[in-house]
């Protein structure tokens, strides 16, 4: 099952202002850690934002 974008949204927004997600499900887990994970990388290029991948 995929994401809805609504939820998505919520996932992205949590993660860019550093709050915890509060949720279980793997698939959500991955999404925020893959966020969190470009937010650090572009954070280290000075690059500010993470490029959209649809």
Do not use: C, F, V, W
Request: charged share 25%; proline share 2%; no cysteine.
């Amino acid at each position: 099952m995929s994401l809805s974008s609504h939820r998505q949204h919520k996932i992205y927004i949590a993660a860019t202002m550093g709050y915890g997600l509060g949720s279980e499900d793997p698939e959500e887990l991955a999404l925020y850690q893959m966020i969190k994970k470009e937010i650090e990388i572009g954070s280290k290029n000075r690059n500010i934002g993470i490029q959209r991948t649809d």
